[in-house]
């Protein structure tokens, strides 16, 4: 069974940093693109940043220049460097990504359980 695992979510003030993490674990044979969703209250689900297995990465423009996208990819983990936060940072933060399990050669998607972020003003 495969599932992904948050961390580092939490209460910062403004201009502050936050470094989330999302651990891929169970049966896999190969991971593709790894996300990150943010959904603030009240609104749709929406991509923050992707990186794919060969380390290109796509922001949405909201977040470019204060936001980075890693991964580790022997770690079978995917993080989000978070600098500068605005109070419109605000919302809970979901990994995604796009897993081979072994065995059945079968690419299918899996989210994480998600970890809040709160910027305070």
């Known amino acids: 069974q495969v599932q992904l695992v948050e961390s580092g979510g939490g209460l910062v003030q403004a201009g502050g940093s936050l470094t989330l993490s999302c651990a891929a674990s169970?049966?896999?044979?190969?991971?593709?693109?790894m996300d990150w969703y943010r959904q603030a209250p009240g609104k749709q689900r929406d991509l923050v940043a992707f990186?794919?297995?060969?380390?290109?990465?796509h922001y949405v423009d909201s977040v470019k220049g204060r936001f980075t996208i890693s991964r580790d990819n022997a770690k079978n983990t995917v993080y989000l460097q978070m600098n500068s936060l605005k109070p419109e940072d605000t919302a809970v933060y979901y990994c995604?990504?796009?897993?081979?399990?072994?065995?059945?050669?079968?690419?299918?998607?899996?989210w994480g359980q998600g970890t809040q972020v709160t910027v305070s003003s």
């Open positions: 169970g049966s896999i044979r190969s991971i593709s693109t």
């Open positions: 990186i794919t297995s060969g380390g290109n990465t």
């Open positions: 995604y990504a796009d897993i081979v399990n072994q065995g059945d050669y079968i690419r299918r998607p899996y």
